[in-house]
C-alpha cells in the first residue's frame, strides 16, 4: 500500500495531566512517518493539521486523499508545505518538476491536482510535509535556505545556540494558515524554545530530525503550570496543543522543524513562560 492515514483526537488539558506515559506517547507521539515506498498521513483535529511523510525509493509516490478529506483530490480544500529532509530529489506538482536540495521547502496552493514525490538518485528520498485547511489558492513557491528569513539566536553558555530559518511564513511566501521552518541546534548546544511558550491561537508539531539514531531529544509539553515529557528519537515528531508549551533538551545536538495551523499569521504572537515560571 503506496498511502496509510490515521486520526489523532484533540485532548483536553485536565485529560491530558492524569495520562501515564504510554497514554501520552499514544496521543502525541508519531514514532514511524517514513515508511519505504508510502506516504504517511496523520490527521489531527488540532486546527485540521496533517503531519506526514513520504519516502519513495523504488517508485514516484502520488499524494492521494483518504477518505477523512472528503475530496477528490489531495487538496481540493487544503495547501502544503514540503521540506525535504534526504538526499537531493524531486517534486512534481502539476506536472512542473522542482528540485529540492537538503532541507529547501517547497509550498503548494489550494487546488493543485496532482503531487508527485521522487526516489533520489542516491540515497533514499525523505520528504516531510505539514498540511492545512485553506480558504484561497496561492502559488506553488521553492524557498530556499537563501531565501529564508534567517534568525540566530541564544548561545553556547546557555546551551541554546541555535539558528532559526523561517521557509514558510508571511515575510517569505504568502500562505492561509501554514507556517513552517527549520531550527538547527549548534554543536555543544541542546535546548530549543526556552524560554518556553504557549500560543492558544494555533497549535504547532514539531519534527526531529539529523540526530543520531543512539541518542535522543527529551521533549516537554503540557500546560506551564502542569509540564509532562516524551522522550523523541530521529525522525520522530510531536503533535503539540495550542494549550502546550513545546520545547526540548538532546543528549546531542539536532535539528527540528517546526509547522503551525490556526487563525493567526504572525509568527511572534506567543504568550512566553520564563523558565522560572515552569512547574
Same mark, same amino acid.
Given at each position: #500500500?503506496? #498511502? ?8 483536553? +488539558? ?18 514511524? %512517518?517514513? *515508511? ?10 488540532? !486546527? ?6 513520504? $519516502? ?10 483518504? +477518505? ?6 489531495? @487538496? !481540493?480544500?487544503?495547501? %502544503? ?5 534526504? +538526499? ?11 528540485? @529540492?536540495?537538503?532541507?529547501?521547502? @517547497? ?7 496532482? =503531487?508527485?514525490? $521522487? ?23 521553492? =524557498? ?28 517569505? =511566501? ?10 538547527? @541546534? ?12 504557549? $500560543? ?11 540526530? +543520531? ?22 525522525? *520522530? ?22 509547522? #503551525? ?8 504572537? #506567543?504568550?512566553?513562560? *520564563?523558565?522560572?515560571? %515552569?512547574?
Amino acid at each position: #500500500m503506496s #498511502m496509510t492515514y490515521s486520526i489523532r483526537h484533540a485532548i483536553h +488539558p485536565s485529560d491530558s495531566k492524569s495520562y501515564d506515559t504510554a497514554k501520552l506517547r499514544e496521543a502525541y507521539l508519531i514514532e514511524d %512517518l517514513f *515508511q519505504k515506498d508510502s506516504i504517511t498521513n496523520v490527521y489531527t483535529l488540532y !486546527d485540521r493539521l496533517i503531519v506526514g511523510g513520504a $519516502h519513495p525509493v523504488e517508485q514516484p509516490l502520488k499524494l492521494e486523499t483518504f +477518505p477523512t478529506l472528503r475530496s477528490e483530490n489531495y @487538496l !481540493d480544500r487544503r495547501e %502544503l508545505g514540503i521540506i525535504n529532509v534526504g +538526499p537531493n530529489s524531486k517534486v512534481t506538482v502539476d506536472g512542473e518538476e522542482i528540485a @529540492l536540495a537538503n532541507k529547501e521547502a @517547497l509550498y503548494v496552493g489550494m487546488g493543485t491536482k496532482e =503531487v508527485i514525490f $521522487h526516489p533520489a538518485a542516491s540515497g533514499e528520498a525523505l520528504f516531510y510535509f505539514n498540511s492545512a485547511p485553506a480558504h484561497r489558492s496561492n502559488p506553488t513557491k521553492k =524557498v530556499s535556505l537563501n531565501e529564508a528569513e534567517t534568525v540566530e539566536l541564544g548561545s553556547l553558555e546557555s546551551s541554546n545556540h541555535r539558528i532559526i530559518r523561517k521557509l514558510l511564513v508571511n515575510s517569505v =511566501v504568502e500562505t492561509c494558515q501554514l507556517q513552517m521552518g527549520l531550527t538547527e @541546534l549548534q554543536k555543544g548546544s541542546v535546548w530549543n524554545t526556552m524560554p518556553a511558550h504557549t $500560543h492558544d491561537r494555533r497549535m504547532e508539531a514539531y519534527f526531529y530530525f539529523n540526530l +543520531p539514531e543512539d541518542q535522543a531529544v527529551c521533549h516537554f509539553m503540557g500546560e506551564p503550570q502542569e509540564t509532562r515529557h516524551l522522550f523523541v528519537k530521529n525522525r *520522530q515528531a510531536i503533535i503539540s496543543p495550542p494549550w502546550s508549551i513545546h520545547s526540548g533538551a538532546g543528549t546531542y545536538n539536532y535539528s527540528f522543524i517546526w509547522g #503551525m495551523a490556526g487563525e493567526n499569521l504572525n509568527y511572534d504572537d #506567543m504568550d512566553k513562560v *520564563q523558565p522560572t515560571e %515552569l512547574k
